[in-house]
């Protein structure tokens, strides 16, 4: 006996009892075939029958129509020139908090540019500290200007808030400048991720994963670790106290060598 088909896309298999034959029904979505095993004479018989069908397999449902779907308001795309077309989901809380996470930056970067300044004096000359808090600076300017960027992407509006001008003189004759000053930065950084952590919880109630994700991936994890760091920068700094160590830990900030 010689069997041939088709190639077909889609089958389904089905039991039918009656009439004291079993079948198994195989119906493919251009034939069909159906196998009877049947006892006659003692004899098993092997019955294959086929029948041609142009029946197309049926359609389970639409799930999704997108001309309807388009009909929601908020889908709609502004024609006001002054009105943003990217954004979508995008709550002024959420926007007015990262307009704050801006202002934050450029504070602290401001601060740390101040720090810079003072400690690249001459008759200060503390190089090290003046390049920490030069690239400290810097990285703050950054972080302000990777936030703006994803406000335009969200479709926000950046509004730049006025930046407190920061002291000048960072003496202290108890600690010393250097101590004083890394104290003034780990205080910083701290408060930088108690704002990034509030800027995160706005979010959650706004429905905006989006905002999340991006606080927790660009920012979190690095603001962590540049409180530890500095953390033990002070640690080092109160060990050494304000003598000759404070060189010492100056030289190795400005070679990059580990503390």
Known sequence: MALSCSKVSSFSLSPVVGGGDVFK?????????????????????????????????????????????????????????????????????????????????????????SLFAYFDRDNIALKGLAKFFKESSEEEREHAEKLIKYQNIRGGRVVLHPITSPPSEFEHSEKGDALYAMELALSLEKLTNEKLLHVHSVADPNNDPQLADFIESEFLYEQVKSIKKIAEYVTQLRLVGKGHGVWHFDQRLLHDEDL
């Open 25 to 113: 029904n195989l119906t493919f979505s251009s034939f069909s075939l159906s196998f009877s095993n049947k006892r006659v004479g003692g004899i098993k018989n092997l019955r294959v029958r086929a029948a041609a069908t142009n029946a197309p397999a049926p359609l389970a449902g639409v799930i999704f129509e997108p001309f309807q779907e388009l009909k929601k308001d908020y889908l709609a795309v502004p024609f006001a020139h002054n009105v943003s077309l990217a954004r979508q989901n995008y709550a002024d809380e959420s926007e007015s908090a990262i307009n704050e996470q801006i202002n934050v930056a450029y504070n602290v970067s401001y601060v740390y540019h």
